[in-house]
């Protein structure tokens, strides 16, 4: 077997152990161990034993038509962004996959306004939200992995982005009241023209027979044009107005990130519940095995069992958030770890960036992503973000991500 195949095999195990097995746990107790020590942040300061409250993402079906409209401040998963600032999009440049140049696909946004009297600006990160973008093609993540491991480079290629948006109370897109639960708060402003194709990007280039469809890139021009607008450019020509929703399908399909609090989950699961688990757990528990067998040592094992405990507390969580600035991840895998060093200080201001969130491969089971030899796929996405969420004229600042695919190891 190829490496290459050796590696597929490996992610297509880690989706069958969705639900993860507790019976390791149960019939072996040596499985219990310490959590992970992560190297980036425990090194300098004595944190030992100190607890971080972690809030989990879950994503449901939408209930209504208008919640993840942007004047209602969504965290969503799939579809197209709900930009918090509606005109001042990123560029062109930083909207496209450095590998493959083709426009990135919205994987998630997460509303996390930092409102304490005690953070840097608080007055300007009133309303603050991140936005992950990826290419869906796993070639293009591998790449990123190896980009990934350069230390500060001068032009970074990626394949993975996060933006920041943050706005004061009082400000031009939104009314400074929280909006109104039924639905009828429209926005202050009209957004920027987004691409027909995507519904993503702003749309600045105009087809140039209808004057009408608008696109983020040549390439999804000419997606649409393959699918449709060929003949529909003649009608617009004339008639109709372009329809607002992205045409394109082969956006994720879009669901509600609703959040709880891991704390809420611990010892909640009754002894049928927990049986049933361990009824379902034996039939993956060889593939755990074999899974374990593949890690090179004894640090990714315990750093497995150690993830799979934890998230099997709930395990349909696809996102894990805490914003703090000694919060640390929960790595699935103990080798392609960063080191604090690979974290690169914020473009921006120069400060610090500190651990938010990190996203989980569950979000490719509710994305429907097969589990095909060259199908997306990952560890885990950490997201790291500028501890003072510095001010600035950009509407949308990156941030850093650190991608953890399942059977890599350190260069
Ligand atoms: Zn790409
Ligand atoms: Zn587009
Ligand atoms: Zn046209
Ligand atoms: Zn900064």
Known sequence: ??????????????????????????????????????????????????????????????????????????SKAGGTPAWLDPINLPSEKSSLCDFCSEPLQFLLQVYGPLTEESTFHHESTFHRALFVFMCPSMACLLRDQHEQWKRHPEKPCRSVKVFRCQLPQTNSFYSGKPPSEDGTEQPLTAGAKLCNWCGTWKGDKVCSSCRKARYCSGKHQAAHWRSGHRLACTRLQTSLEMSESAASNSLW????????????????????EYSNILVSGNRVDESVRSLMDDFAGDDDKRSWASFQERISRAPE???????????????????????????????????TRCFEFQVLPQLLYYFGVQNDVDSLDWATIVVYTCEASCKGDEGYKEEFAWVQLVSQSAP
């Open 1 to 74: 077997m190829s490496k290459e195949m050796e590696f597929d095999a490996n992610e297509e195990k880690l989706k069958t152990l969705r639900v993860s097995s507790l019976d390791e746990e149960e019939d072996d107790n040596e499985a219990q161990v310490d959590e992970i020590d992560d190297p980036d942040l425990s090194t300098d300061e004595d944190e030992e034993g100190e607890v971080h409250p972690v809030t989990l993402g879950f994503v449901e079906k939408l209930k209504n038509k208008w919640s993840l409209l942007r004047h209602y401040f969504p």
């Open 253 to 272: 399909p879009q669901y509600e990130i609703t959040i709880e609090d891991e704390c809420e989950f611990e010892n909640e699961m009754s002894d049928s």
């Open 317 to 351: 969580q696809v996102l894990r958030y805490c914003r703090s600035a000694k919060a640390k991840a929960l790595w699935p895998v103990h080798s392609g770890r960063p080191s604090r060093s690979d974290i690169p200080a914020c473009n921006y201001c120069g400060g």
